[in-house]
């Protein structure tokens, strides 16, 4: 079903209305959909190399917008609609620990899953349910999701498709490194 749902994501890189079909499936990825916007993204960026940025940005709007959602979700219906989204993906053991610590490190969850391939959606929803300050998590979403998006579009724009192996394969890997080396370049000054 999954493999399913991905080929049809696929299939609309070349609908007439992409970029609609691109802000809805950020939109949605970022509170409850399991593909992420970089499969409809990538083929249309390969395809329409000079609109790179406005693809890009239209992915930001739709993720940052679809982050509110899960925000709400997380702040307004937890038990209704929430816990059922992070129990389906295997996150209910770890609610209350990291209930209790999230808001000490909520810039660096959003931004960590903002760019790797952590499912953003569980950050946004726990963001909500721990009463993260809106204006952190809004600021960081762009920060994170502009990070993400942007260079994707720069890679395929400055590379084209021979990036587009790497980029589905590894980004989220070179991302995953890059937050854990940051995170422990301050934890080394803080401890110094």
Known sequence: MLRRLYDTT???ADHPRALWVLFAVAFVESSV???PPDVLMIPMILAHPRRAWMIAAVALAGSVLGGMLGYAIGAFAFESLGQPILSALGKE????AFNARFNDFGFWAVLTAGVTPFPYKVITIM???TAMPLGTFVATSILARSLRFFTVAGLLYLFGAPIRDFIE???GLVFTVFI??????F???KYL
């Open 187 to 189: 934890m080394l000054v």
């Open 180 to 185: 854990v080396l940051l995170i422990g370049s």
């Open 127 to 129: 963001s909500g349910w």
């Open 33 to 35: 959909f399991p593909i």
């Open 10 to 12: 696929l299939a609309y």
């Open 169 to 171: 394969r590894r980004l």
């Open 93 to 96: 053991t770890a609610m209350e």
